[in-house]
């Protein structure tokens, strides 16, 4: 399962879910976007991620292994190169700090069939176990 960090299409900011709306909010530039927006952007953006990502991994093949098996990829948020070992699927950058998953490293097998996100807040539960 890939784990995305929507970033905000106005600022660049991450986007937070927001339970009570059921939308996503940039708390930087106050910009409120509905799921299907989000969707629509990202699957978009996801095609166009493969299909770089693919690219990127034949070059890193080709061109940047590493005498101990380690192989060169970049950051999708800020174009770093990252370094991984092969045995490495997800991990972040260490300049924008942002989580990059390497394509082709995990097969889908334990893939849930759903995520199904939070209906209250935060407050509202720290209320109810209070009482």
């Known amino acids: 399962m890939n784990t995305i ?3 905000c299409p106005n ?3 991450e986007l937070t879910f927001q339970p009570d709306t ?3 909010a ?3 530039c106050n910009c409120n976007f509905s799921e299907s927006e ?3 952007r990202y699957a978009r953006m996801e095609q166009e991620a493969e299909q770089s990502a693919d690219q990127n991994t ?3 093949a080709d061109t940047s292994d590493f005498e101990d098996g380690a192989k060169l990829y970049h950051c999708p948020n800020c174009g770093a190169q990252i ?3 092969e045995e490495t699927s997800a991990t972040f950058c260490y300049y924008c700090h942002s989580p990059v998953m390497l394509s ?3 097969s889908g097998e334990y893939r849930p069939a759903y995520v199904i996100p939070f209906a209250i807040s935060r407050e509202k539960v720290t209320e109810q176990f209070h009482q």
Do not use: E, S, W
Request: hydrophobic residues 35%; aromatic residues 12%.
């Open 83 to 85: 370094i991984a070992d």
């Open 11 to 13: 600022c660049g900011a």
């Open 5 to 7: 960090q929507y970033k």
């Open 104 to 106: 082709g490293r995990l």
């Open 26 to 28: 940039c708390h930087f």
């Open 38 to 40: 989000i969707q629509t």
């Open 58 to 60: 034949k070059t890193a």
């Open 22 to 24: 059921q939308d996503f």
